[in-house]
């Protein structure tokens, strides 16, 4: 019995040293890399275990561990850890590498950041369980923690460039055991439609930035990094990519014609190019063209308009329509021919009207000026076309023109580029009105014989030819005493039956219609004297 008890008391002293013997806390893992897929985002962690545990003596399983990356804590990325995988498959070893896909790792890990969108730290530690519980196994130091890159990027229109920029790579420090040294990074640009891959730059590890310039031409830009270590393993970064439209901007603005309306507001007809996909212009104009052109509106331009300059004129102006460029402050990509806004003015001297206008700018020899003219709710005639060589001022004298005019007259001038031009192209003036009193003169007295002619007979005087004319005087009983229908002739002083009259006040009614169609009636009275 003693023998027997002396075995069993052996038996477990040999299982208690046994077991410490395998409860030794393993060595310090070592991780290689942590690498993003650029196309997938599946992450790859990969480590190995320093000799002489490359047989995984002593080590039963791995932990994984995450941290939160906190740039404003210099060395200490954060106070948020967990483990996020037990790897229990040791079969691959002395080289271990986990790959996990973060959505599907998402359900189970929430608070896990996203290691596409940010930078994430990552330690491994080995366990030794011994095959006893848990409450006992022994766990190693952690790994020297990795970084992933993170990669993102700016995209300048208006220089054409692409920036790229990234968290650097860490884990692997330079010349510092037991860390292999830091090579370079590369960056590398993917094909549009694929996977085709191509090397564009080599930078050293210090660096976290890459200008990529001449970006001019529409397309899907792709790029990743490769942090590359001295031994040649390689840590790649998301993909990072810009859609860039290089939009076409219009290959011509062109000013198709003017009208003042009867506001006096100018409209200025434009057309633009239709494959433009550019659609900013700013609406300038100048009192003279060889003057800087101040900028009157800006306008959101799709096809063919009508702009409108609100504020009046008092005088011609002058129009520029411009492309603006996409970026603020570059120059014009596309300007218009400049437009006339036509100004009409008039000079008033008794019946007659001095018309004076500018030329249309930028317009050729052949191009001529039609000048309307209007009485009052008449109709618009054609006055005089003038040449575009020709001076811009017209006489309109109405007293040679035999019209009588108590209304309103108008005028408005129309410019045409060419003879054969588009019926499109043309300007409009402003309209002008003026109100010249057509004179009848009729004498308050006169002198029947008298040797001035012009004082001897009594009749209307008219500055134009009237129409169903009709003339009649009586005396102071009403008693009519002379009548004529032809408006040359005129009353001699003498009654209907051959004798004098006597000298005293007597009444006359005229009537006539105007070449309008108006008819017109005037009563007045004159003094007969009798000469001595």
């Given amino acids: 019995m003693k023998k027997l008890g002396l075995v069993k008391i052996c038996l477990f002293v040999c299982f208690v040293l046994y077991s410490q013997q395998d409860l030794t806390i393993p060595d310090r893992p070592i991780i290689d890399l942590v690498s993003v897929d650029p196309f997938t985002g599946h992450v790859t962690i990969t480590w190995t275990m320093p000799s002489p545990q490359v047989s995984n ?39 271990f590498t986990y790959t996990f896909d973060y959505d599907t790792l998402l359900l189970r ?24 519980s848990d409450n006992e196994y022994k766990t190693s130091l952690r790994a020297h923690m990795h970084y992933n890159t993170q990669l993102t990027h700016d995209y300048d229109p208006c220089r054409s460039e692409i920036r790229l920029r990234w968290h650097p790579y860490s884990g692997w420090r330079e010349n510092t055991a037991p ?14 439609g694929g996977t085709a891959t191509e090397e564009i730059q080599t930078l050293t590890w210090r660096d976290t930035t890459f200008l990529i310039t001449d970006i001019n031409s529409t397309g899907l830009y792709r790029y990743y990094i490769e942090a590359v270590r001295n031994d040649g393993l390689v840590s790649t970064s998301i993909l990072t990519e810009e859609n860039v439209e290089i939009l076409i901007p219009p290959s011509f603005v062109a000013a198709l014609n003017t009208r003042v309306n009867d506001a006096d507001i100018t409209e200025i007809s434009f057309i633009i190019d239709p494959s433009a ?59 218009s021919n400049v437009a006339t806004g036509l100004w009409l003015s008039i000079r008033k001297n008794d019946l007659k009207n001095t018309l004076q206008w500018d030329r249309y700018l930028e317009w050729n020899s052949d191009a001529y000026y039609e000048v309307y003219r209007r009485v009052g709710e008449g109709l618009d005639q054609l006055l ?59 004498p308050s007295a006169f002198i029947p014989g008298d040797t001035n002619i012009d004082n001897s007979i009594f009749k ?58 108006r008819i017109v009636e005037r009563r007045g009275t004159v003094v007969l004297v009798m000469p001595y």
């Fill in 57 to 95: 003596v002593g080590v039963d399983e791995f932990v994984l561990y995450w941290f939160e990356f906190h740039p404003r804590i210099p060395g200490n990325p954060s106070s948020v850890s967990r483990p996020f995988a037990d790897i229990k498959d040791l079969s691959g070893g002395p080289v």
């Fill in 109 to 132: 890990e929430p608070m896990m950041p996203d290691p596409r969108l940010t930078t994430v730290g990552f330690e491994v530690a080995a366990i030794n369980t011994g095959g006893i």
């Fill in 179 to 192: 860390f292999q040294p830091f090579k370079e990074y590369r960056i590398i640009q993917v094909s549009q």
């Fill in 277 to 335: 996909q550019t659609h900013s212009y700013l609406l300038s104009g100048a009192s003279n063209p060889n003057f800087a052109f101040v900028p009157i509106a800006e306008y959101d331009i799709f096809s063919d308009t009508v702009l409108v300059d609100t504020q009046r004129r008092s005088r011609t102006y002058y129009y520029r329509l411009d492309a603006m460029h996409v970026c603020q402050g570059r120059p014009h990509v596309a300007s």
């Fill in 384 to 442: 005089v076309t003038v040449s575009h060589t020709e001076e811009t001022t017209l006489i309109d004298d109405l007293e040679l023109a035999d019209m009588y005019v108590e209304e309103e007259v108008c005028y408005w001038i129309k410019a045409i580029p060419t003879a054969s031009g588009s019926s499109q192209e043309f300007g409009i003036s402003n309209t002008v009105c003026v109100k010249p009193e057509s004179r009848i003169n009729t």
């Fill in 460 to 517: 209307p005087e008219f500055t134009f030819p009237p129409e169903e004319y009709m003339f009649f005087i009586y005396d102071r009983t009403g008693a009519l005493v002379y009548e004529t229908r032809n408006h040359n002739e005129g009353w001699n002083g003498r009654l209907l039956n051959g004798s004098s009259a006597n000298e005293g006040v007597y009444t006359y009614f005229l009537r006539f219609r105007t070449a309008a169609g």
